[in-house]
């Protein structure tokens, strides 16, 4: 019993000597296919396999809950027309109706990031977008694709977006400074509130679970239940976490697409 | 119930059309109650509440992300210039102002977009001294 226990801390990796498990060892990368593409390592790892797993079930629901199309939808159909909605609002509400055009990227994008964050809260899985690479290499392919936008649209007029109106020409090169700097911390504050919301959230479960099991059946109970209700809110910051994600993509978008602030 | 009246009593054709007046200002006096309802809560509390905690996750990071991004530009050209710590704390304090340039920014979009509930109409202030 007491060997089975130890076995199963060291696996959720305790320490040993009756330390409390480590909360981050759940973040830990895992290489299922070692693989090596031109000196990079391209395994496939845990975190590949649960970014598959979210593309999967993404495209199973939205093909199955359509496959009728009927015109009084039934639940599954429902559900997916609302998403569909929820999206479309989003975007024609903060890009207008020419960002429309994007709508299938910010759609796409809205719900792999909110299938990530919900699949990371199943117990025993594993949260992809707690890793600050994942979200920055998202941040940074937006970030990049709404510049590219920007110039393909407005050519190097795009350039004044970078110049406040209206200000005297003492401060200009001052304040174009601060207008790029403010401009190129867009990728950074975008990755790092979702990075830094799942993990910093995930660790605080981890710790709370740990304290459950170390307080016993005497005094766990008080963790426990600030656990069930922490576990309530970091559901509504999955959500809200896609979300923002998904509704400054549109803002970004928007700002590329009509060029002002 | 109006087709039964209707051909029961043919002659009282004023009156009839007398009811249907009164009907149909009585079902717009109701579609104007419940747009009123509506219109007075145009957010349940608990969705309001959530996109209110995204609005303050938003504008935390916003605010540290401008002083990261200026300090390791800085840091950057210094390493290229080799001016060792000066452009690192001139960076570092046009990026803490972009930084707040991004959260006033935002903030001030938020506000156009969303007046608060229950202030009235939505009244457009310009309050800066332009």
Known sequence: ?261 | MAGADNKSGREPKGRDAESIRQRLDKLGQQLADAKEKRAAAPQSVPEARGAALGKALRLATELVAGVAVGGFIGWALDRLFGLAPFLMVVFLILGAAAGIMNVVRSAKEMQAKAPPAGKGPPEVVDDDDD
């Open chain 1, 1 to 261: 019993m007491i060997e089975a226990y130890a076995a199963g801390g060291a696996e959720h990796g305790a320490a040993g000597g009756g330390s409390l498990p480590n909360p981050m060892h759940q973040f830990e990368i895992k290489r299922f296919i070692p693989l090596e593409l031109f000196g990079f390592d391209a395994s496939f790892t845990n975190s590949a396999l649960f970014m598959v797993i979210a593309g999967t079930i993404i495209t199973l629901f939205t093909v199955y809950a359509m496959r009728n199309r009927a015109l009084v939808p039934s639940r599954v159909q429902s559900v997916a027309e609302l998403s569909y909605e929820f999206v479309a609002n989003m975007v024609r509400d903060n890009a207008g109706t020419d960002g429309m055009k994007y709508f299938p990227f910010v759609f796409t994008l809205f719900m792999f990031v909110l299938v990530l964050n919900m699949l990371g809260m199943v117990p025993y899985s594993f949260t992809v977008t707690s890793h600050i690479i994942v979200t920055f290499a998202l941040a940074a392919f937006i970030f990049l694709g709404v510049t590219l936008i920007g110039f393909i649209k407005h050519g190097a007029k795009f350039l004044k977006f970078f110049v406040p109106e209206g200000v005297p020409l003492v401060m200009l090169p001052l304040l174009v400074v601060i207008e790029v700097i403010s401009y190129l911390t867009r990728p950074l504050s975008l990755s790092v509130r979702l990075f830094a919301n799942m993990m910093a959230g995930h660790t605080m479960l981890k710790v709370f679970g740990a304290f459950v099991v170390a307080l016993g059946l005497l005094g766990g109970w008080a963790p426990l239940a600030f656990m069930v209700a922490f576990t309530g809110l970091e559901i509504l910051v999955a959500f809200l976490q896609a979300y923002v994600f998904a509704i400054l993509t549109c803002i970004y978008l928007n700002d590329a697409l009509h060029m002002h602030h």
